[in-house]
């Protein structure tokens, strides 16, 4: 599936929320982006260094609904 997420062009992560209340910051805090799949609410400290982006992911709403809120981690964070 596809997925709304940014990008910091200060440390290369890639985030995107799974959930409504998954706050998800970069490595460097540079860009913060929260309020899951449909919702999401973006902030940065310097808006000259991120990047949208339509990330694909293999995995399910259920799926990534399901990481978050059992702590797994297995999605949220790319780092490239």
Do not use: P
Not at 40 to 53: A, C, V
């Amino acid at each position: 599936m596809r997925v709304k997420a940014i990008r910091c062009l200060m440390c290369y992560e890639t985030i995107f929320s799974r959930a409504l209340d998954d706050f998800k910051r970069c490595s460097c805090g540079n860009i913060t982006i929260d309020g899951g799949l449909n919702n999401t609410k973006i902030s940065f400290m310097h808006k000259e260094y991120y990047e949208y982006i339509n990330l694909y992911v293999e995995s399910s709403k259920k799926k990534l609904y399901q990481d978050w809120k059992n702590h797994q981690d297995n999605f949220g964070t790319v780092r490239t």
